[in-house]
């Protein structure tokens, strides 16, 4: 009872205890000593909540308490005779609750308290000014009450991603049918009525075949940015040596017709998805090839060790993109230039960011328009970094 002669000498429980407005509170309290819980209930109920109090004195304890009730707030005594108080952030973290620790405890010093707060506690307050209590409450409260609308607003945002997804997926899958049909008989008028009618009826021909082909495109590429993602991303230890190789057998004909070189260290493994990270190489050394300047395309693959993480850059000689539009590439279905002057669609690097940000990396470019781009994105490593520095091998 030394505690409740100390801080009602002080007087510091008179004011609050006159507020009419109280706020139920369910409280779990981990101590071992009857009075120190009757200290914190007249703390509550002094800062005006109407606490109901539940006791725990061991771990055994506490894990059955918060498995069959539900609390707002727990008030834990740092040294317990059979366990430490702090225990109880773990056992919530295993349970899968989110439930704030405050540490109720006698002396601790600054060191650890703040220690405790690092470990997840809400929370510090001494036993010798127990009149804070209801303050660090709320304001764990408030805390708590963020978190939850901020997961909230998470889950919301996933759920309208998908919902965004399946209606991309639904759309362009249904659509896929009747422009194969419109393409296929605007192509057969052309066969047969071009050249028989006047010049304004072939012109007309023309653009709807054109038209007809463009939208099929489009709808198949977006069912393929739909895809993406749609069936999870099945993470494995990965060569990216393997990956690239593979990406430079489907663009042998394009490095072939531009005599491209293209020039890879040895590569890291990597935990990915490998046929997902094939489309990222493939897109970005397809787009190197495309976007090349007058000079023969030279690319360059190379990764780099960085806090847990590989960062990987393909980089050209291209003709660069002016840094004011490093954004926009990313974008699905913006172009920089007209289809006269490079064709597709512009969801190339679209996919690209959507895979490397689903592995939970980040992928941007750095270029400038005429000296070539450097596209970098990163993934996570698949074991410590060991030796990546062998000669280059070069694919030309």
Known sequence: METWKRVTKHGGWGS???DPATSKLRVLVVEDDPND?????????????????????TAED????????????????????????????AVLRREGLDVPVLV??????????????????????????????????????????LREEHR????????????????????????????????????????????????????????????ALRMQTLVHDLLAFSRVGRQGTDLKVTDCN???????????????????KII???????????????????????????????????IRVSAQFECREWTFSVADNGIGIPPEQAEIVFVIFKRLHTREEYPGSGIGLAICKKIVEGHGGRIWVESEAGHG????????????????????????
């Open 264 to 298: 890879h260290a040895h590569l890291p493994n990597v935990l990915a998805d490998s046929s997902q990270l094939v489309q990222v190489f493939q897109n970005l050394i397809g787009n190197a090839i495309k976007f090349r300047s007058a000079e023969r395309p030279v």
């Open 62 to 89: 506490f894990t059955e308490h918060v498995r069959k009730g539900r609390y707002d707030v727990i008030l834990a005594d740092y040294g317990l005779p059979l366990w430490n108080g702090m225990e109880t952030v």
């Open 242 to 260: 393997l990956v690239v190789e593979s990406a430079l057998k489907n663009l042998q004909a394009a490095i072939q017709e531009s005599e491209a």
């Open 37 to 57: 819980v009757e200290l914190v209930r007249h703390a509550l109920r002094s800062g005006g909540f109407d606490p109901e109090i539940h006791t725990a004195e």
């Open 152 to 211: 909230h607003a998470l889950e919301e945002l996933a759920r309208s991603n998908r919902d965004l997804e399946q209606f991309a997926y639904v759309a362009s899958h249904d659509l896929q049918e009747p422009l194969r049909m419109v393409a296929t008989y605007t192509q057969l008028l052309a066969e047969r009525y071009q050249g028989k009618l006047d010049d304004n009826a072939d012109k007309y021909i023309h653009y709807a075949v054109d038209g």
């Open 373 to 396: 781009s450097n596209f970098r994105f990163t993934m996570p490593a698949a074991e410590a970094r060991g030796k990546y520095d062998s000669a280059d091998q070069n694919r030309s």
């Open 104 to 145: 109720v405890s006698g002396s601790l010093g600054e060191l650890k308290a703040v220690e405790c707060i690092k470990q997840g506690a809400a929370d510090y307050v001494s036993k010798d000014h127990l009149p804070r209590l209801p303050e660090s409450v709320r304001r764990a409260l408030r805390e708590k009450k």
């Open 16 to 18: 609050a205890a006159a």
